[in-house]
C-alpha cells in the first residue's frame, strides 16, 4: 500500500530525528495505487481547450497555492503549473499576489510592480491562462505585504490614521485585481486576507463585496486568521468561508515538543468538528485558503512561522509529519466529497509550491525535493482511483 507506507515512512523519521518510537494506525487502503502515465507539454501556454468541470464549486478542491511575488523567473511558474498538472495531479491552483503599504498605520496601500515587489498585469494573466489551459481551476488571493514594517507588524496590524481614505485606496486594489479576475477567467477571487483588525468593519466589508459583484460573477470568498474565523459578520454575503489553516497541532500532545501522529490526527479532528458546526451555523461551506507547515523545528506548534532568524537546519519530516495527519483526519471528505454544500467541506490549498527552492534543504513551505510530494503524489492517485471506482 503506497500512500500507508509513505505515512509510515515519514512518521519513522520524524520520531529518528526526535528520538522516539511513533506508530501510525492503518487509515488509508491504497493498495490500488499505481503510477500513472501523464504527457508532457511545453512551458508556453496551451492552446488546447480546457478540461475543467463547468464551476470549481462542482468539486472538492484539492489544490496547491502559488505565491507569485518575484518577477525574474515567470518560466519558473508556467513550468511548475505543468509539473502539478502532469506529475502531481493537481486540480487546482490558487495564486496568492501582494499589494503593498508602508506599515500599519499608513492610509495609503497600493500596487508596486517590478522585482521583489508584485508582478506586473501580464506576467499575473499568464500565469493563470495557463493554469486555464492546463484544465486546472483558478483562485485569485491578494494580500497585503508592508514594505516598511515597524517593529514586529504585519498585515494583521493594520490600523490607518484615516480609516475612510485606507477603504477608498483599498476598493482601488481590488479594482485592480478584479479585472484581472475577469480577464483571466477566475473561478474564485478573494476580497482580502489576513486583515484582522479591519474584520469588524462589517458595513465596509459588505460594501466592497458588493461592489466587486456588479462586475465580477465568479465565486468569492475572503481569508482569515484559524484563530480569528468567528470575528468576520459577513460571511452571508461571500459564496464560501475562507480561512488559512495554521493551528497549533501540539496543544494536546503529551509531550508538545515530540508529537505523535496519532495525537495530531486527534487534534485536527476535533478541529474539524469546530469548523464544520460553524459553517453548519453560517450556512457556508468551509476551504482552507492555506495549509503547510514550514520545514523547522517548530513548524508543527506554530506553522505561521516560517523565519529562521537563527539559521537551524531544514527538519522536512516535520513537514511530512504535519501533512501525513492532515491527510488521515480529512481523508473521507477529500476523497468522497464532490461537490460544496453549505455547512459542508469545500476543500484545501496546500501552501505552497515555491519555484525557486527545490530540495530538503529548503526551511520553508515548499514542498518540492522533500517527502511531503511524494505523499501529495501518492494522496491525489488514491482519490482519483478511489472516485474512478465508485462511479
Known sequence: MLLR???????????LIVG??????ATFNAAAVTPTTMRRHSIAASTESPQRSPSIANDLVVGCA?????TDRIDLYL???????DEIGFTSLEVVTPAFQEHANSPETGIVHGPGAGPHRDQLLAV???????????ALMPIVLLSAPIDDEWRGHIRPDNWPRWWNRYTTVMDYFVDIAIDADVDLLSVGSELLAAEAQTDRWVGLIRHVRQRYDGLLTYSTNWDHYHVPQFWKHLDVIGMNAYWDMTTDASDPDHPHFDEIVARWHRIRAEVLAFGHRVGKPILYTE??????PWGLRDPWNYVNSDGVSATPAVQALGYSAFLSAWDDLLTNSTSWQPGGFAGTYFFRWDPYHRDDRDTGY?????????LLKAFLQHRRITRQSSR
Do not use: E, W
Not at 493563470?128 to 483558478?138: D, Q, Y
Open 66 to 70: 502559488i505565491s507569485l511575488h518575484h
Open 366 to 374: 515548499g514542498f518540492q525535493g522533500k517527502s511531503t510530494l511524494d
Open 5 to 15: 507506507t509513505l505515512l509510515a515512512s515519514s512518521v519513522l523519521v520524524y520520531g
Open 79 to 85: 513550468s511548475a503549473i505543468n509539473t502539478m498538472v
Open 20 to 25: 522516539i518510537t511513533l506508530t501510525i494506525p
Open 291 to 296: 495549509l503547510g507547515y514550514p520545514s523547522l
Open 128 to 138: 493563470l491562462r495557463h493554469a486555464r489551459a492546463r484544465g486546472m481551476h483558478t
